[in-house]
């Protein structure tokens, strides 16, 4: 694969070759035990460790043998991943067969001499849940793996747990859905798994590796009640334990409904609670009848998901040793982690965390979407806290998930090897190291604005409606958020997406054939994916609009719009086919879920003539015009251009020309002949401009049937000299907006830090107020100085991250002040019920905005804080309106002098 030279593999302990490579695991093999009492390695720091490996170079190790490097593991998995860490650094990446990536050819290879230790993993159980896998890896499974049994099999589990050694992972939680085909429907599939030394753990629906789902038969069985059916429960759970015994397992605990329904009621007389600690202790009697091992001893986890957490606050009593695994939302927010005594715990704590999911409010199956800094923030404040035993990533069908499942067991096994520093670096580096260092920059360009432009609302929720696709239901398609009149939203979203996409594109162009599968896979498919589902959803969203005002290209965008719907589904047959097929069923894009579905648009009749229309940027009407045009006011501190639009309302060709008697007034085109639209860019000379607070100018703009009059406003004061609120947020058409990481100063106390996380915002960049393991309330603080030209009642917008109060010890408070104001205490609305509509609209856009009112006395400069309050709250944006603030998703662009 690498060398094109086939190496001899043996399992004699007589080596007849000068030089070798000798791979065992300490107490499993004589030539390891040779070496080690010769004197020839030294395996004393992994002796006893968990999944450690050493790699030593080694002179003369046995007669005849000149050299050999040596791999030694501390137990089976150690002595794989030692085998796999040569084996990537020779070339041969993890993902070679499941992405598709090429070995990096060398003639020869050669190796300086070396003595490496690995470290123990920072987190002991870590791996992957195959889930939702009924449009992607079932039917591909079905297909290409395991076509003679017609569901997901052990030709699959094998290349799925040889993929998992390769990343040092050491823990998989098999598909489960009806279908699928259960994992203990066929030997084989333990054996595999336990061939390559992986774990089978499960899901939070299935007690003692049992499926529910699947196996459990109401017509043979009765109801899956522990409290009127006790003995058939517990039969089944008796029989998977006495089957599944002999191998490594981590059993989860305690009861759901079938599939993922919520607990059974219970009558009168009992309590949820109540019957979880009856269930686990019968549970955990199976296990110690089969295990024949003290409870303590045996890897059991329970996870509060949904319902059950209320339950487990309930006072639940659950045996100390059994790991309290905590769930994040569905959407990459944790909703609970241990308080000050569950850290305490002798089973430790663990997380089971999302980058797929299917439910409310919207499913995200399709494209890996959740930014590496959200993953790093949640997952290492988990581990701050003491999650540090157990972490299981729900991935959907694997692809496309590989970043998330990349980034998140790299972080599993070495949490300390990331930051927020280095975080904005992974996507770049490791797509680098695939594709070649010179495009390293473009690619972290590429990537960042692809989770930027997701975060702030994911592909597969571009629908605007609040339910998620399934085989009974369908999305309704509304009107995004996103704005077109103000600005400039929707159209700049719909730029950016293009950007990336034709960088990815040329990058793509430039390569050798034999890379074109992987990047297709891991970059062009994601990005053009993402790119072709905003273009198609608010397109249609201009069409509809357009159709209102009788432009002329209306029609012309509802043919875009089918085409890059019809787009969607050419570059996913594309993705299927790739290498004669070999990923033929894997992806499927969510309009074509549960059947294929396009997006309203509108056709209308057009007079032969051309006749003219104008709009403006920020003109609020509904229909697109008001009564008169007026341009959003040009400010001397912001020196913003705005934009006017000129369109035909007519067949034939629109003549035009525009025209202003202020000198001042610059614009980008005076005259155009147009079938559709031209667009006029006004800006001012400010060297030309009068000096004053309340100017006025025009601009003439004149069709074949009439003339329309743009006003223009100008604020040129001279009361507050530029230099001296430089860099400052600065008041402009009544909003202030401000980059909360671009503060004036801050005030760390008690050991509160103020944290910059990049990669993470609408814009890019945003604010933690205090480590999550930070207790100190009310210390801390960030200032912000700006200049208004306002006095009087402001609103105040803070855009924070939806993230869970750390613990039931504390909220998610923090608190917001103006000059001498007193402070107002805010409270982030997603600490509300799961599955309310205030949760839910926050997820979907990832921000919750929290608003106070605070008065100003004067015009001026002015000192806006931020306090920290309860630990580990996230500030993306923040917006001060006096009145100005127009309607749209992500609320103004930063007003900041320049």
């Known amino acids: ?39 020839k390695i030294n395996a004393e720091t992994i002796r006893g460790g968990w999944e ?25 998995r150690g002595t794989a991943y ?146 009127t059916n006790k003995k058939g429960v517990l039969d089944v759970l008796d029989r998977r334990v006495s089957q599944t015994a002999q191998y490594e397992n981590a059993y989860t605990m305690g009861m759901r409904g079938i599939h993922d329904t919520g607990m059974a009621d219970v009558p009168d007389g009992y309590n949820k609670t109540q019957v979880l600690e009856n269930v686990i202790s019968d549970q955990r009697d199976i296990l110690k009848k089969y295990l024949r091992k003290p409870a303590n001893d045996i890897l059991q986890i329970f996870v509060p998901y949904k319902e059950v957490l209320d339950v487990y606050e309930n006072s639940m009593k659950l045996p100390d040793d059994i790991t309290l695994v905590w769930p994040d939302d569905n959407y990459g927010y944790i909703k609970r982690l241990s308080d000050s005594q569950e850290i305490k715990r002798s089973g430790g704590a663990g997380v089971y965390y999302h980058i ?124 995004t958020d996103f704005s077109f009149q103000n600005y400039n939203e929707a159209q700049g979203r719909i730029d950016q997406y293009n950007t990336i996409a034709t960088k990815a594109a040329k990058i793509m162009s430039s390569l050798p054939e034999k890379y074109l599968p992987a990047f297709y896979e891991l970059v062009y498919y994601p990005v053009k994916g993402a790119d072709l589902m905003n273009r198609k959803m608010l397109t249609a969203q201009k069409n509809r609009w357009y159709a209102l005002q009788g432009r002329s290209i209306t029609n012309q965008l509802s043919n875009d719009v089918k085409l890059y719907h019809d787009s969607i589904g050419l570059i996913t047959e594309r993705y299927n086919n790739l290498l004669n ?62 934009k006017i639009e000129v369109y035909n309302k007519g067949k034939k060709e629109l003549n035009w020309n525009a025209e202003t008697q202020n000198e001042w007034i610059k614009l980008s085109k005076t005259t155009g002949s147009t079938i559709y639209q031209d667009d006029i860019w006004v800006t001012i000379d400010w060297e030309k401009a009068p000096v004053g607070t309340d100017l006025k100018g025009e601009i003439k703009i004149t069709g074949p049937d009439k003339t329309e009059t743009v006003y223009v406003s100008l604020f040129n004061p001279t009361v507050a000299d530029r230099k001296e609120i430089q860099g400052l947020a600065v008041e402009d058409n009544g909003v202030i907006a401000i980059d909360p990481t671009n503060f004036t100063r801050k005030a760390e106390k008690n050991g509160v830090k103020i944290n910059v996380i990049n990669g993470l915002s609408y814009e890019g960049k945003s604010l933690q107020l205090g480590n999550v393991t ?125």
């Open 1 to 39: 694969m690498v060398s094109g030279t086939r190496p001899s593999v043996s399992t004699s302990e007589k080596i007849n070759k000068n030089t070798a490579v000798i791979i065992g695991t300490l107490g499993a093999n004589k030539m390891i035990g040779q070496l080690i009492k010769a004197g």
């Open 52 to 76: 450690q490996f050493t790699i030593q170079t080694v002179q003369n190790p046995f007669p005849n043998v000149r050299q050999a490097l040596v791999i030694v593991g501390s137990d089976r």
């Open 82 to 227: 030692g085998v796999f860490t040569v084996s990537k650094c020779i070339g041969v990446s993890p993902w070679y067969w499941w992405s598709d990536v090429p070995a990096i050819q060398h003639e020869s290879l050669f190796l300086a001499p070396l003595h490496y230790v690995s470290k123990q993993p920072s987190v002991k159980y870590r791996g992957i849940f195959i889930n939702d896998e009924d449009w992607g890896l079932r039917l591909w499974a079905k297909k290409k793996m395991d076509a003679e049994l017609n569901v997901i099999g052990p030709n699959t589990y094998a290349k799925v747990c040889e993929l998992l050694l390769r990343l040092k992972a050491n823990m998989l939680a098999p598909a489960m859905h009806p279908g699928s085909g259960t994992f203990y429907q066929f030997p084989e599939n333990s054996k595999t798994a336990d061939r390559y030394g992986i774990i089978i753990t499960t899901s939070h629906t299935e007690p003692l590796l049992f499926n529910n789902a699947s196996e459990w038969k109401h017509e043979m069985n009765g109801d899956w009640n522990y409290l």
């Open 356 to 479: 797929s999911y299917l439910g409310h409010p919207n499913d995200y199956l399709w494209l890996n979407t959740t930014p590496p800094a959200l993953i790093y923030e949640e997952m290492y404040k988990a581990y701050q806290t003491g999650a540090q035993r157990y972490w299981l990533l729900n991935v959907g069908d694997i692809k496309p998930g590989e970043h998330g499942i990349q980034f998140f067991l790299d972080m599993a096994w070495d949490v300390n090897s990331f930051n927020y520093a280095n975080i904005p670096n992974f996507e770049g580096t490791f797509l680098s190291s695939i594709f070649g260092e010179k495009y390293k920059t473009e690619l972290t360009e590429i990537m960042s604005q692809y989770y930027q432009l997701a975060f702030s609302r994911k592909p597969e929720a571009m629908s605007w409606d609040f339910r998620w696709n399934s085989m009974f239901t369908q999305e309704n398609i509304y009107d």
């Open 581 to 642: 097929g070999k990923w033929n069923g894997i992806m499927t894009a969510p309009d074509r879920l549960p059947k294929p579905q396009n997006v309203p648009t509108t056709q209308i009749t057009l007079p032969e003539q051309p006749k003219l229309g104008v709009f403006v940027s920020g003109e609020g009407a509904s229909y697109g015009f008001n009564s008169f045009h007026l341009l959003p006011g040009f400010n001397v501190y912001t020196k913003k251009s705005y």
């Open 774 to 898: 930070d207790n100190s309330f009310n210390s801390s603080s960030v200032e912000y100085d700006f200049y208004s030209t306002n006095a009087g009642s402001a609103t105040v917008y803070i855009y924070a991250l939806p993230v869970f109060p750390k613990s039931k010890e504390h909220t998610t408070q923090y608190g917001v002040t103006i000059d001498e104001s007193y402070t107002r205490w805010m409270n982030i609305a997603t600490a509300s019920q799961e599955d309310s509509f205030a949760w839910k609209n926050n997820v979907i856009r990832n921000s919750a905005i929290n608003t106070a009112t605070i008065s100003l006395a004067k015009p001026g400069k002015h000192t806006l804080k931020i306090i920290t309050g309860d630990p580990g709250i996230i500030i993306q944006k923040i917006v001060i309106d006096f009145g100005g603030m127009k309607r749209s998703y992500m609320g103004p662009p930063n007003t900041v002098v320049k």
